[in-house]
């Protein structure tokens, strides 16, 4: 087979973004080979604590609950915190020794793409170099199939006409990495903390140096024209001081940082073919990841639920393509993989109102809800309906403990 990995940054990726990595990625990096080298260089999470105003002095903050992470043994597999751009690293060392040999040729912008009706390679797709070394250069390339995997902004996403459905960006948040001193007991414990002041969830960092935190900037009027990702760390230090008082936060240096705004949305379907042809045509262009679905980062979801996606694709494709399985298997990507996005964005805004600044009387604690829905985020809740691939359950009595459509669990 032969793969084009096409990025339109100049080299890999050195910092940022999500880092929060659930077991069910780290039982699919095992079959990578390399969940063993990431664990040993990531921060474990083993429990979570739950920080909230102390009820005789709401100006400030007290611990409520203190929770084990997977206290029902959902997993043997770790839940670790490691920046993507490590995550990335491990993949991208997996692809160049692996089979086809793949490298990212990295400096190439997708600009659009057409599908034609006939030929071995219907795709055609249109490049711009955007580095130093092929500024200008114009390229059109034919493929069989494409992935856009192109975040949020998606241009594969738009050349397929497809739709992104819900609301638009409206709750910002700031995120930093930095090296502090602080007096809160809880600073190498993940928590969530909700104060009157707003919201933090705080995560520390592997390495044993740095933190995370995520820090609510609040609603987002409708006016803003993004006037909001312009908020200076200054400020987002000063928001997270307040919400942490009386603790102090002492920031010496600041890795990596940015402010960027949150929506639920989710495309209608994940590939080429019309939500009322399905079945009737066949797809060439699928979409993945933050291209088909958006949410909040409170749950720690969008780097492992895209990663699921582009498993589920290329096991399929693999198969396409080796001639081991009709072609019409492509077609149980987006049945499957757009129910896990609906469930996911459903999951998020129950998550994000339960953590919401100034959350008072819930009718569920968060740390209740945390414990209770542990099999969800962790990965493992994933049970696809009935298709070519899944059978019905007309015989679910004979196994009754391994629900048809679910992975198996590994004990
Ligand atoms: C700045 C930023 C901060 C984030 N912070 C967090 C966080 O703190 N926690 C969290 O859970 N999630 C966070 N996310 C989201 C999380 O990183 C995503 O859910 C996850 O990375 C999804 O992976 P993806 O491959 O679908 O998209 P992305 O990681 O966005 O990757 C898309 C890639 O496509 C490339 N690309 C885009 N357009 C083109 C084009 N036209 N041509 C060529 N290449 C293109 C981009 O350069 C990028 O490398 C953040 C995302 C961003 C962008």
């Known amino acids: 087979m032969t793969t084009r990995l096409l990025e339109r940054r100049p080299g890999r990726l050195e910092i940022g973004q999500a880092d929060g990595i659930q077991a069910r990625s780290v039982e699919t990096f095992q079959a990578f080979g390399f969940a063993e080298r990431i664990i040993a260089e990531a921060y474990r999470i083993t429990e979570m604590c739950f920080w909230k105003p102390d009820p005789n002095d709401p100006a400030t903050i007290v611990r409520s609950a203190r929770t084990p992470d997977d206290e029902t043994g959902i997993s043997e597999f770790p839940h670790l915190i490691v920046n ?7 993949f991208a060392e997996s692809a160049e020794r692996g089979p086809a040999r793949i490298t990212p040729h990295y400096g190439w912008e997708f600009k659009k793409l057409t599908v034609e009706d ?10 711009a170099g955007c580095a130093e070394h092929n500024q200008g250069v114009e390229r059109t390339v034919r493929a069989k199939y494409v992935l856009g995997a192109d975040g949020a902004h998606s241009r594969v996403r738009d050349s397929i006409g497809a739709r992104h459905f819900g609301d638009v960006a409206n709750h910002a948040w700031g995120v930093m990495d930095v090296l502090a001193v602080s007096d809160f007991p809880d600073y190498r414990t993940k928590c969530a903390i909700s104060s ?9 960092r592997e390495g044993g ?20 990702r312009k908020t200076p760390i200054e400020t987002i ?42 079945g009737e045509k066949l797809p060439h262009v699928f979409i993945a990841g933050d291209a ?3 949410h909040s980062a409170k749950a720690g979801q969008g780097m492992n639920v895209s990663m699921q996606d582009g498993f589920n694709l290329g096991w399929k494709h ?25 469930n996911l964005i459903e999951f998020d805004r129950k998550w994000s109102s339960i953590m919401a600044v100034n959350a008072k009387e819930l009718e569920e604690p968060a740390e209740e809800f945390y414990v209770k829905t542990f099999e969800f985020p962790a990965g493992f809740m994933t049970q696809n309906e009935p298709s070519m691939i899944v059978g019905e359950a007309t015989h679910q009595e004979l196994a009754a403990d391994f629900p048809i459509g679910k992975r198996f669990k590994s004990r």
């Open 209 to 228: 140096y740095l933190c995370r935190m995520y820090i609510d900037l609040g609603v987002v009027s409708a006016d803003d024209n993004k006037a909001v």
């Open 118 to 127: 006939e030929g071995d390679y219907p795709v055609r797709v249109e490049l």
């Open 237 to 278: 230090i000063r928001k997270a001081n307040e919400i942490l008082h009386p603790y102090t936060l002492d920031v010496r240096n600041v890795a990596w940082w940015s402010v960027y705004e949150v929506d639920h949305r989710v495309t209608d379907p994940f590939d080429d073919v019309p939500v009322d042809q399905a």
């Open 292 to 294: 088909c679905h958006t």
């Open 196 to 204: 009157q002041a707003g919201s933090i969830l705080h995560i520390p």
């Open 318 to 342: 693999g198969q396409v393509l080796t001639g081991r399985s009709p072609e019409s298997l492509l077609s149980t990507y987006s049945q499957e993989r757009h129910v896990i996005a609906r």
């Open 84 to 90: 993507q751009a490590r995550v990335l690293d491990y």
